[in-house]
């Protein structure tokens, strides 16, 4: 199983950013892909889940109407848009392969695997 995120960089707040998780390893489609953050002092924090199966998408309450995941099976890639984006957004961010359904990602955050992160950072 590979996952590697990017796409993370520094932008003012109210901007937008894409991270990009480009996967292998496994037939996506029948995955479940989750993303969380990490941020120095806090806790990590699983804030969406695509069920690719299922046809399924979560979020926190933290990213709720501002980030959106999406999945494009040719290229292998799960995305998250990220707009409106806010100071207490910025952390590094990852994928990972939930061991739990996507219902749960944001309260158990429980994974079996998961790649280098990308940072992101929002200041003005």
């Known amino acids: 199983v590979q996952l590697q995120a990017s796409g993370g960089g520094l932008v003012q707040p109210g901007g937008s950013l894409r991270l990009s998780c480009i996967t292998g390893g496994f037939i996506l489609e029948y995955y479940k892909i989750g993303w969380f953050r990490e941020a120095p002092g806090k806790e990590r924090e699983g804030i969406s889940c695509?069920?690719?199966?299922?046809?399924?998408?979560t979020y926190s309450d933290s990213v709720k109407g501002r980030f959106t995941i999406t999945t494009d099976i040719a290229e292998n890639t799960v995305y998250l848009q990220m707009n409106s984006l806010k100071p207490e957004d910025t952390a590094v961010y990852y994928c990972a392969t939930p061991s739990i359904p996507c219902e749960f990602w944001n309260r158990d955050l429980e994974y079996d695997n998961w790649g280098q992160g990308t940072q992101v950072t929002v200041s003005s």
């Open positions: 695509i069920d690719n199966d299922a046809g399924s998408t």
